[in-house]
């Protein structure tokens, strides 16, 4: 087989033309199968499609070059180039050019096809593999390619190319926080009236677990945050009453810290919502502390809601097998009489005498107690119906999280499992194809809110901070301390300071 390329005008309305010749192959019929003659296409069309490709490549260099400003670039040489695409491994030669003026080489091929310097594999071969990987192990993955491409690629590689593409979408992610903290992005056109943001976290192994002590040693913290505007029905038709959440976002992050995260999922629900502007907000959580206090810090116009799921899942674990104690205490959290649920737990803790059930108790006691407002709230959402009661974080864990990082004895390296957890987050906010083609290579500028930095001799330079105490804004303690806006004051006033 070979192809041609016959090129027109040497303007940018150049076309280019592939004409395959007739292609004769014979197939011995004895002893042929379905399964036999279905591999023998499959692999003819690979053959084809490499062979077709590399012609292409070498026929629009020549294109290049023959169409190139005459006196500006000097002929160099041939320079092998190894990529791998949907069509399989190709490896094909292209011009290297030298400016005269600057000296500067140049390969006009991988310019106008918008290669970029080092790539071996095309996007559509990356964005497939990132795909992939997202949904199996690394290992499935690689059955997979090699039975719809036919490709050959082992595991780890696989892996490395998850972490090579997972990276810039961390550091995009980084920026965007920037810029909205510079308050340069852009509201919604539509703000909702209500909105729900989740956060939970969960543990998933860590390599080299067993060298190191504690649990926070041998495992990685992975927080996951979601944020929605309510639930609407999942079918449009049929009698099925299941529901789906309405404008879904999802963010999840292993390198961050506590606050830094709730910072983060913070901005984004403010530049996806409008979260300062609208009339009400939920922040709902475990009733673990990081996310209790963080609300006051990153959602303090919020409400805060103990998930209900939470609640009575550490109530039957409290009292396992005592489902009549189980009941009443449920009862009780339904019917928002949290005093009536302590007074129980109280009694239930000096009538045990079993001192495993009288620790759990008593660790019962304090969760309810630090997680009231919060149990209140839910319940109170709850009788309304007005609004949907928190609890969507959980089985949005199991989707981010626990279908592809947990069980099978799989652990876990930082870099491997936040470049896999930022894919994830890309597919499931159904921007995985944005990402590719518009967002990945596009640059960024972040507005500096400071002119010029502020130097090591400004910062140790004595200064007089009483007029700045006496005259605190309001804004810093009022309602609307958390919005992006007061924290931009924030800065400017210790700009003053070091000034």
Known sequence: MQSTLTKGSATPETTITIEFKPVKIKIPAEGLTLEALEGMVFDIRQEIGKTAFVNALREYDEVLARSRPRGRFRNICKKTKYLQTRAGDIQYKRTLYRERITGKPRYLLDEALKIEKNQRMSLKMAQL????????????????????????????????????????????????????????????EEVPEVVYNEADAA????????????????????????????????????KRKAKKLSQKIVYADIRAKRDEFLDRFSCISEREFGLSAVKESYLGGDGDSWIREGKKEYFHRSKYLLCPFHLFRNLRKTLPGKKQSQKKLKELFEKN??????????????????????????????????????????????????????????????????????????SWSEDGAQALLKIRQTIINGQWDNWWYKE????????????EPITATQMCKKRNITPYIEAELPCYEGPDQSKPWVGVLHELTRARQLS
Not at 204 to 216: A, L, M, S, V
């Open 440 to 451: 990945r290579n596009k640059k960024i500028e972040i507005k500096a809110i400071f002119k």
């Open 129 to 188: 593999m990132g795909a992939l990987s997202s949904a199996s192990p690394y290992r499935a993955a690689q059955e997979q390619l090699s039975k719809l491409l036919g490709l050959s690629w082992s595991h780890e590689a696989i892996r490395q190319n998850v972490i090579r593409e997972g990276k810039p979408i961390e550091e995009r992610e980084k920026k965007e926080h920037q810029k909205i903290k510079a308050l340069d992005y852009k509201m919604p």
């Open 203 to 238: 543990y998933i192994r860590k390599q080299n677990k067993n060298k190191k002590r504690g649990r926070k040693k041998r495992h990685l913290e992975v927080k996951a945050g979601i944020g929605y505007t309510g639930k609407e029905p999942r079918y449009d038709k049929g």
């Open 337 to 410: 009489k949290i005093d009536k649920a302590l007074s129980r737990i109280k009694r239930l803790t000096k009538g045990i005498r079993n001192r495993k059930l009288k620790s759990k108790l008593i660790e019962f006691y304090g969760y309810i107690s630090n997680n009231r407002q919060g149990i209140e709230a839910s319940m109170q959402v709850r009788m309304d119906k007005k609004v949907e009661s928190a609890g969507a974080v959980e089985p949005n864990i199991d989707k981010v999280i626990a279908h592809r990082f947990k069980g099978r004895g799989m």
